[in-house]
């Protein structure tokens, strides 16, 4: 190899590979401070090289003599360079001939600068010669020339920030858009119940009435004296009156806000509403979880809140108020790990939302047990069927994934007893009302009364504002047609009998949806089908409870979500097919034509919702009824005007003879047939006996009747006081 003497007679590499092995060792040698000296580590990490090479060389501008190729008096120069600025400079000639211009004192610049030799020394250098390290980076802290071309940093976000973050996620999920599309649609659906709702009900003032003053006497007795929750202040001195009905009870916390009837029918109208957007929010859980799509569930979710058949149901809150069972199934299923779809996932079990699913079906159990009794049997079918298919594959089959878990087991054994227990404590008062009025059991002559036939699911109520004046004449057919007009709804048929052959379901599961449907319609058909001797009649006569059920046909409530589920699997395959017809296309950009068609029959099914139910105004509250004392009765007294009256007693919930429910206690019989020749000795002795302090007589519902006559006779002689307020006689005994 030849070389050429540098001016400090150091030998100077000429080739290439001789060039940038001495630009690595002097690049190496270190970070050199103000005065000349370098530093080993700080220099390799500066340099990138290794540690063992950088750490060696690092040491050649302060005290190796032959570091870096250099001759001793190179090295001398560079190591005095911290005391003799002379000697520095002279260090510096020796380290640099190339380049005379270098100036001592710089930090152990490395060698090869512009030429590439192996100059050794410590100076200071100019910008273009000195002072860069092999990356590029400034050793005094200034940026690399290349950052200007790297991608910015991405911001870090304050707290602030990252809340407001948080919160948009939440706002743009599904569920919060589910949850709030729900409620938009209830509001225009059930319209105008808000319209006025401390003044109107739906349908009409009768049963209403009486299901506003349940919640509120709920609310108001769990406050105020807990004990006494199913001795009400109404059918007086009847016992265990609350429970003539089915009770809401779990509308209590709703019962606590507010006082008086105007309160009360505001309570109502507000449940109302909010029914049917939980009966929507969990027909679309629960088609969610079993494994359609967004539209699919929607169509499912529709269906089940706005079927056609319900708006005859308008005047029964209980009956509305089903959206617990869709819910409390989604939960359960979501817990196990289970859907329609795709099968069981143990690795998505989670004991959490099976607790919540039997919270969720006990308080739907709590609202009555006329929806809620149906539901409790075919929870009870569901647990028996899931027993015996764990104990095949425990202990038969012997699968790889075992299909629960003990935490699993646990939680729906804790949820299991949890349900049967509310529904145990609930059917106390039910059981000695029955013993103790034996009138109001039900015989199966009664379900027939009310058992619709086959023409009924096809023929929509009054209130439909889409079939409801076409349907005339065939309501006139029905015997009872506010509990015959079956419908679900035209385009819900036709959605699940495309579901029958093209659909996301498997074809088993098909099938056993159809075969739920046709089980369902038949049982709703009460003794109309083939006199029940098969199907209704077994139930009524073995299963505890079901002679309670006075209407069977409010079981199409599970024929209309099996219906639901089936169209749901429709419309999720004709949406999954739309995708992929707009994914060939170029570009690939769904057309409007397109998307409009998914939500087509999301549009029909809420069509057929469309409602023409009245919204009547409620009696006004007597003045009287805010400051007479009970126990009292007030006159005329039936099933449609006592209604009212148990709402107007929620302003003082003093004790009143009147009642309206689902039967009429023998008591309460004879004291509309003792009273009708109010006042008299006769009546007036009876009412005393009872305990009646006050008799209110209300002179707008009085023509027609005895009172007509007797309102202004005299009471000498009675030993009771007249005295009138507005349009009320009140009678002191």
Do not use: C
């Not at 959206?323 to 289970?338: C, E, K, S």
């Amino acid at each position: 190899m030849t070389t050429e003497q540098s001016a400090s007679g150091s030998p100077r590499p000429d080739s290439a590979a001789e060039k940038a092995d001495a630009a690595g060792k002097t690049e190496a040698a270190g970070k050199t401070d103000t005065t000349g000296a370098t530093t080993g580590p700080a220099a390799a990490r500066t340099a990138g090289a290794e540690p063992r090479t950088g750490g060696a060389r690092s040491k050649a501008g302060a005290a190796e003599p032959k570091a870096g190729g250099t001759d001793k008096d190179g090295a001398k120069a560079g190591a005095a360079s911290k005391t003799d600025t002379k000697a520095g400079k002279d260090g510096a000639k020796a380290g640099a001939a190339d380049k005379p211009d270098v100036k001592a004192g710089s930090a152990g610049v490395a060698g090869a600068v512009g030429d590439g030799a192996g100059k050794e020394g410590a100076g200071k250098g100019d910008d273009k010669a000195a002072g860069k390290s092999q990356d590029g980076g400034d050793k005094e802290g200034k940026p690399d020339r290349w950052e200007a071309f790297a991608s910015a940093p991405e911001p870090v976000p304050s707290r602030l920030g990252r809340a407001a973050r948080a919160v948009g996620r939440r706002l743009i999920h599904e569920w919060t858009l589910a949850t709030l599309a729900s409620l938009a649609l209830a509001v225009l659906l059930t319209w105008p119940t808000l319209r006025y709702p401390r003044h109107t009900l739906p349908q009409d003032y009768w049963d209403p009435s009486l299901q506003a003053w349940q919640m509120a006497w709920s609310g108001h007795i769990l406050l105020t004296n807990p004990a006494q929750l199913w001795q009400s202040n109404t059918f007086f001195p009847e016992s265990w009156s609350f429970a003539f009905s089915d009770t809401l009870l779990g509308y209590a916390p709703a019962g606590m806000i507010g006082t008086g009837p105007e309160a009360a029918v505001l309570r109502y109208n507000i449940m109302f509403v909010l029914a049917h957007a939980l009966a929507m929010l969990g027909a679309y859980a629960l088609a969610r979880q079993l494994g359609a799509g967004r539209i699919g569930s929607a169509v499912a979710g529709a269906s089940f809140a706005y079927a056609p058949w319900l708006l005859a149901q308008a005047g029964h809150l209980h009956v509305i108020s089903n959206g617990g069972i869709p819910l409390a199934l989604a939960m359960l299923a979501r817990g196990h790990g289970w859907s329609l779809r795709h099968g069981y996932r143990p690795e998505r079990r989670h004991d959490g939302w099976v607790y919540a699913g039997w919270f969720v079906a006990a308080w739907q159990l709590s609202l009555g047990f006329g929806i809620g009794l149906p539901f409790a049997y075919f929870l009870a079918g569901t647990v028996l069927v899931a027993a015996v298919t764990w104990f095949l594959r425990r202990w038969v089959v012997r699968p790889v994934k075992r299909p629960f878990g003990r935490r699993l087991l646990i939680a729906d054994l804790v949820g299991g007893l949890f349900f049967a227990g509310v529904g145990g404590l609930l059917a106390i008062p039910y059981f000695k009302v029955a013993g103790a009025h034996p009138q109001a059991e039900r015989s199966i002559g009664d379900i027939g009364v009310y058992s619709p036939p086959a023409a009924g699911f096809f023929t929509a109520p009054a209130e439909s504002r889409v079939w409801g004046a076409l349907h005339e004449g065939a309501r006139a057919a029905l015997p009872w047609h506010p509990e015959m007009t079956l419908l679900p709804g035209f385009v819900l048929y036709a959605l699940a009998a495309g579901g029958l052959f093209f659909s996301v379901w498997k074809l088993r599961h098909r099938l056993l949806l159809l075969a739920g449907v046709v089980v369902t319609m038949v049982l709703a058909m009460g003794t109309r089908f083939f006199d029940g001797t098969f199907t209704y009649v077994p139930l009524f006569d073995h299963l505890p409870g079901w002679n309670g059920i006075r209407t069977p046909g409010r079981l199409m409530l599970w024929t209309t979500l099996l219906l639901g589920l089936l169209a749901a699997g429709a419309v999720s395959a004709f949406a999954t097919r739309v995708r992929e017809v707009y994914a060939e296309r170029i570009p690939s950009w769904p057309s409007p034509w397109l998307r409009l068609a998914t939500l087509l029959p999301l549009v029909l099914v809420l069509g057929e919702g469309l409602n023409a139910t009245p919204h009547p105004v409620v009696p006004s509250q007597p003045a009287a009824m805010r400051t007479v004392d009970g126990p009292l009765l007030v006159l005329p007294s039936s099933q449609s005007l006592d209604q009212p009256v148990m709402l107007w007693s929620t302003s003082k919930f003093q004790d009143v003879v009147n009642g309206g429910s689902g039967f009429t206690p023998r008591q309460l019989d004879d004291v509309r047939r003792v009273t009708l020749a109010f006042p008299d000795q006769t009546s007036v002795d009876y009412l005393r006996v009872l305990g009646v302090r006050n008799v209110l007589l209300m002179r707008d519902h009085i023509v027609g009747t005895p009172w007509e006559v007797t309102v202004d006779a005299p009471v000498d002689g009675l030993g009771i006081t007249r005295e009138e307020v507005g349009n009320i006689v009140i009678y002191r005994l």
